[in-house]
Nanobody
Framework: QVQLVESGGGSVQVGGSLRLSCKRS?????????MGWFRQVPGKEREGVAA????????YYSESVKGRFTISEDNADNTIYLQMDRLKPEDTAMYYC????????????????WGQGTQVTVSS
């Protein structure tokens, strides 16, 4: 069993910042090829935001967040982070942490496991 627990969501004004965290735990030794963040608003498909290969320097971003969001990891703590700066109203969504294999991109079908989600609301 793999668990992903997100934290750090909330409400912020346009131009503000938030930092999301996602801690991974499992009942067996599990090392995903990829961990990342997706987001979803009601009535729309889930959208890939950013991804990272644990223990690697490679990161991936969607065009809509490139230059504003930064994904990082603490591999020793099995935790990834999403630093979100210069937030816009269109960033409002439920943000989900994901872990999986075998590919790694900002989006796609690679996730095998999902967190419960954390809400981010950006108001003008």
């Amino acid at each position: 069993q793999v668990q992903l627990v997100e934290s750090g969501g909330g409400s912020v004004q346009v131009g503000g910042s938030l930092r999301l965290s996602c801690k991974r735990s499992s009942t067996y030794t599990y090392t995903p090829v990829c961990m990342g963040w997706f987001r979803q608003v009601p009535g729309k498909e889930r959208e890939g935001v950013a991804a990272i290969r644990p223990g690697d320097t490679r990161t991936y971003y969607s065009e809509s967040v490139k230059g504003r969001f930064t994904i990082s990891e603490d591999n020793a703590d099995n935790t990834i982070y999403l630093q979100m700066d210069r937030l816009k109203p269109e960033d409002t969504a439920m943000y989900y942490c994901a872990a999986g294999s075998p590919t790694c991109f900002a989006g796609g079908q690679w996730p095998n496991y999902w967190g419960q989600g954390t809400q981010v609301t950006v108001s003008s």
